[in-house]
């Protein structure tokens, strides 16, 4: 089975983090990147830009609208995801309790419908 | 009364009458469900009343008179055959109960082994002995273990039905089967021990209480349970653990690894407690696994008089728990007891012949113990290597942060 785990936290912190606390936090995103490679865990895994960057498109009735910002004005923003194997649901809510952003954030577990092969 | 103080003394009499009133109420139907149902009806009703009635002199007797109207008014409203024979059951003893007896006789240890019983999926014993012994909800419980609450939820439930359906009996086993039947009830206590000890800071609300409720559980069957040396030993083992809490993280909240805690913050108190229980368990002679695991523990307790644990006492309990209970946790704590003796390279080797086992792929303690060690042997590359994967590998920030120190201090040595 695979899951996606979305990675929600505040992004303030980070505007405002210093460099070594910046270099602390990608080493342990590195690590927890490994650890899934290493127990064939790992399907892919991206960090994304911070939601400031984000732009909103949508199209009705013919017209196309396009906002700037993230879809949902909150305090905690999509940061990133990973997308895992794993063979149940309890393995991946063990993954996500793992993952360095579950410590000071929440991280959202879904099952990615299986393809139709 | 007020609606606080009723509310307390609800609670107050949920937390001590709870397990033995729904092992009382599902004895002679196994119906568990239908007992946590009726008595839920009767705490609710014990809420609405107590305040202006005040609580009644034997609360427990007050409530279990409730749940067995409940209990018979849901079956009076269901038809099935097995139902109505269920209901001649609880309608005798309705007529028999005598509601100016003593004490509701104790069934909690029956209730144990019907929710640990080989018929019940070994995954949610623990689970099962937590919702009708203790009262936890389901959440809470899903908490504890890390799975979904809708999940843990259904397999309560399925468990339920299947003690119902299955027959599975409400009794202590016979002297041939116990040994084996006790294990698992300890094993179920055991494992709700283990998920509160992994929360040593106790920050985390659902599942703070869980050591104390293991211990409290363990106490509760060594109670009712005294010539079981085994039931001591569990006792023994979780108390020495328990001692060590408030040792286990700094002012700071930071880590701090057995190797290096101050003695000092162990609780003598629990470690003469949990001594005591192991010598009592010893003189039966019959050991096991939980008493082992507990000499094991007070080989590290040695350290109070002598500054030093008992390396060479742990190595051999740590023999005979791999030939009693062989697991790859046990082949890792000999490894460290191993390498403390004879230096980390005879300790490496005895974690290679592990090294297949899928499970340790994802154990951050095997990969944790692994760079403890390459770093002494002097393999820094490896070392960090095996720290990054402990690292990745681990839940509680503040031992990922103790292990990034690690990692960090081995690669700005001096080489």
């Given at each position: 089975m695979q899951y996606i785990l979305l990675i929600h936290g505040d992004e303030t912190p980070f505007a405002t983090a210093t460099p070594d606390m910046t270099t602390k936090m990608s080493a342990s995103y590195a690590a927890y990147s490994q650890a899934l490679v290493e127990a064939g865990a790992m399907v892919s895994g991206e960090r994304l830009k911070p939601s400031s960057t984000a732009t909103v498109v949508r199209v009705?009735?013919?017209?196309?609208?396009?906002?700037?910002?993230?879809?949902?004005?909150?305090?905690?923003?999509?940061?990133?995801?990973?997308?895992?194997?794993?063979?149940?649901?309890?393995?991946?809510?063990?993954?996500?309790a793992r993952c360095p952003g579950a410590s000071h954030g929440a991280i959202e577990v879904r099952p990615v419908w299986p393809m139709q092969g | 009364m007020s609606p606080d103080a009723a509310r307390a003394a609800a609670e107050l009499a949920a937390r001590q009458s709870y397990g033995r009133l729904v092992a009382y109420l599902s004895a002679r139907t196994r119906d568990v469900a239908a007992a946590e149902d009726a008595?839920?009806?009767?705490?609710a009703e014990a809420l609405q009343r107590w305040p202006a009635a005040g609580v009644p002199d034997r609360p427990e007797a007050w409530l279990l008179a409730v749940a067995r109207r409940r209990a018979i008014d849901a079956l009076r409203r269901s038809r099935t055959r097995l139902a109505s024979q269920d209901h001649l059951v609880m309608v005798a003893d309705e007529l028999a109960a005598d509601d100016r007896a003593g004490e509701v006789p104790d069934e909690r240890l029956r209730l144990m082994f019907a929710c640990a019983h080989p018929a019940v999926e070994p995954g949610i014993r623990a689970p099962l002995i937590l919702q009708t012994v203790l009262g936890f909800?389901?959440?809470t419980i899903a908490s504890a273990f890390l799975v979904s609450p809708t999940a843990m939820g259904q397999r309560l439930v399925r468990a339920k039905v299947r003690i119902r359906d299955a027959g599975i009996p409400f009794s202590i086993p016979e002297r041939g089967e116990l040994a084996e039947r006790l294990g698992a009830v300890l094993a179920a206590i055991y494992a709700t021990f283990t998920e509160g000890w992994s929360d040593p800071s106790g920050t985390d609300p659902q599942r703070r209480n869980l050591a104390g409720e293991g211990i409290w559980l363990g106490h509760l069957v060594a109670s009712l349970m005294p010539a079981e040396p085994?039931?001591?030993?569990?006792?023994?083992?979780?108390?020495?653990?328990?001692?060590r809490r408030s040792a286990r993280r700094d002012a700071e909240g930071n880590y701090v690894?057995?190797?290096?805690?101050?003695?000092?913050?162990?609780?003598?108190?629990?470690?003469?407690?949990?001594?005591?229980?192991?010598r009592a368990a010893g003189r039966k002679h019959a050991l096991g696994r939980y008493q082992l695991e507990a000499a094991i523990q007070s080989a590290h307790a040695v350290r109070c008089r002598t500054g030093c644990s008992d390396w060479a006492a742990i190595r051999s309990l740590y023999d005979a728990l791999a030939m009693l209970s062989p697991s790859p946790v046990?082949?890792?704590?000999?490894?460290?007891?191993?390498?403390?003796?004879d230096g980390p390279a005879a300790a490496l080797a005895e974690l290679d012949r592990i090294a297949g086992d899928r499970r340790v792929a994802q154990y951050q303690p095997y990969w944790a113990a692994r760079a403890a060690l390459l770093a002494r042997s002097g393999d820094v590359e490896a070392a960090a290597a095996a720290y990054r994967r402990a690292i990745g590998l681990e839940?509680?920030?503040?031992?990922?942060?103790?292990?990034?120190?690690?990692?960090?201090a081995l690669c700005q040595a001096p080489q």
């Open positions: 009705r009735n013919d017209r196309t609208e396009v906002l700037d910002g993230p879809f949902a004005d909150t305090k905690e923003q999509l940061g990133g995801f990973y997308i895992i194997e794993a063979p149940d649901l309890d393995a991946a809510l063990g993954w996500a | 008595l839920g009806d009767a705490f909800d389901a959440a085994e039931a001591l030993g569990l006792l023994s083992l979780m108390l020495f653990a328990e001692a690894p057995l190797a290096d805690q101050d003695v000092g913050q162990w609780d003598a108190r629990l470690i003469a407690e949990a001594e005591a229980l192991l046990v082949a890792i704590n000999r490894a460290v007891a191993i390498g403390e003796l839940r509680d920030p503040s031992i990922r942060r103790f292990l990034e120190e690690r990692r960090e």
